[in-house]
C-alpha cells in the first residue's frame, strides 16, 4: 500500500509538471495543443449544458427551476454544471479521476471559472471540495475534486478550504447504485473538523449524479452556520427513473 501510494504522488507531480512544460495531445484526437488537455475542436464539440434547473442542474429547455425542485428544493441554493455527462465527457472524468490525467483540472477550472464569471453574481467566499474520506485519498493519492477545487481557486482568486469539511465515513463506490441505495450510503457521511467562519460556499465536485452527495454536504455545511451553498461541477448525469 505504502509503495502504491508514492508511486501515485510521483506520478501526480510528474504529470503536473510535464503538462506545464509541454504541449500534450489532445486526449480525444490526439493533436498537440499547447498546454490543454483537449484541442479546441474537441473542446467545442463537448456536451455542453446550455440552460438548466438552477437549482440542481437539470438540463432544461430554458433556464429555470425544474419541477422536481419546484415541490422539494434541494438544500443548495444554486448548481452549476458545464456539460451533460454523456460520452465523450465521461471518459474525460474517468481519466482525470482514476488516471491521473490531473492536467484536465485546469481545463476544467478554465470553462467553469468562465461560466461563473458570466453570472454576475456574488462569488463565494471559499470553495469547498467534497471530501474523499483518507483511505480512499491514500489508495488513489489525489482527490479530483481538491485539484479541480485549487486549479478554480487561480482562476478566481477565492481560497479553498480542504481541511475542516471531512468525510467521516468511508462510502461505497457508488457506481451502479439506484438513488435510494445512494442516499442512504453518503448519509452523515460529512463533518466539520471546526465551526465554519464561512457564509457563502461553492462546493466542487466532479459530477452531479443523482444530487444526493451534493445534497447531504450542502446540508452538513448548511447545519454548522453556511447560508447560501452552490455546488459546482463539471458534468450533470441525467436521472433515469
Ligand atoms: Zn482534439
Ligand atoms: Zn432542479
Known sequence: MMVRNFSAVVTHRLAELYSKLLPIPCFLC?????????????????PWLDHCCQRCALPL???????????????QQSSLALFRYETPINHCIAAFK???QLVFAQLFAKLLAAKVNQRQQPLPEILIPIPLHPSRLRQRGYNQSAQLADALSQQLSIAVDKTNFIRRRNTTPQTGMSGKQRKRNVK????????????????????YTTGHTAAEASRCLQQNGVKTVEVW???RAIRHY
Open 30 to 46: 490526439g493533436d498537440f495543443s499547447p498546454h490543454d488537455a483537449l484541442c479546441k475542436a474537441c473542446v467545442e464539440d463537448l
Open 61 to 75: 429547455n430554458e433556464s429555470g427551476i425544474c419541477g422536481q425542485c419546484l415541490q422539494h428544493p434541494p438544500p
Open 98 to 100: 482514476f488516471h491521473q
Open 188 to 207: 452523515q457521511a460529512f463533518a466539520v473538523a471546526k465551526p465554519l467562519p464561512y457564509k457563502h460556499v461553492a462546493l466542487v465536485d466532479d459530477v
Open 233 to 235: 461541477t463539471i458534468a
